[in-house]
């Protein structure tokens, strides 16, 4: 199963994607992730990285492209993958195709998760990580255990002032992506709002 995961901010991605690939045994390939453990880690392309996306900015294509074409590269990749927050733009998408289509491989389908804006901002400012598991938590709707309060982390861009700027990013860089994939005949429409086991019962009945 080769997959893509798009919606906005917020709308539920990485935590629907960590229960998929359970389900389908493929990699999960957040490119947000990797650029969190690029600049945890100090590498040029962290550092290059780290002033777009703490102001909710989108990282330069050839940046993106290149090190998702080296991910792909790798054995685990070679029978499927989730994407997760690639692509975000036409360019990218475009680039996508061409790299699965000079390895003779296609997209299976994209999942688009819908979720109202006024929601989104909600959504993301009490959203907390837990660096130790990945798990993601809300601090209303899904509140963490007390215990492990301590180590949870905010992250830089989900203030309200950087979520609004990822969500103009949205709407003008990456929306253009749900006609590219309707075209394509791949995109599959899914209501985001709900909790998250509706969510996933919602993904799994359309992905198959
Ligand atoms: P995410 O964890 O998917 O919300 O991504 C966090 C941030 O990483 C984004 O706001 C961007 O600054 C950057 N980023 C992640 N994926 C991409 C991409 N495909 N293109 C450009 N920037 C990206």
Not at 89 to 103: F, P
Not at 105 to 124: G, H, K, N
Not at 134 to 147: Q, R, S, T, V, W
């Amino acid at each position: 199963m080769r997959m893509i995961f798009i919606g906005p901010p917020g709308a539920g991605k990485g935590t629907q994607a960590a229960r998929l690939v359970q389900r389908y045994g493929i990699p999960h390939i957040s490119t947000g992730d990797m650029f969190r453990a690029a600049i945890k880690g100090g590498t040029p392309m962290g550092l290059a990285a780290k002033t777009v996306m703490d102001g909710g900015g989108l990282v330069g294509d050839d940046i993106v492209i290149g090190m998702v074409k080296e991910r792909l590269e790798q054995d685990d990749a070679k029978g499927g993958f989730l994407l997760d927050g690639f692509p975000r733009t036409v360019v990218q998408a475009q680039a996508l195709q061409e790299l699965l289509a000079d390895k003779g491989q296609a997209l299976d389908a994209v999942a688009l998760l819908e979720v109202p804006e006024e929601l989104i901002v909600e959504r993301i400012i009490h959203r907390r990580s837990d660096p130790s598991t990945g798990a993601i938590y809300h601090l209303k709707f899904n509140p963490p255990p007390a215990e492990i309060a301590e180590r949870l982390v905010h992250r830089k861009d989900d203030t309200e002032v950087a979520c609004r700027t990822r969500l103009g990013a949205y709407r003008e860089q990456t929306a253009p992506l749900v006609p590219f994939y309707e075209d394509l005949g791949l995109l599959k429409r899914v209501d985001g709002v709900g909790s998250p086991d509706q969510i996933t019962e919602r993904l799994t009945s359309v992905l198959g």
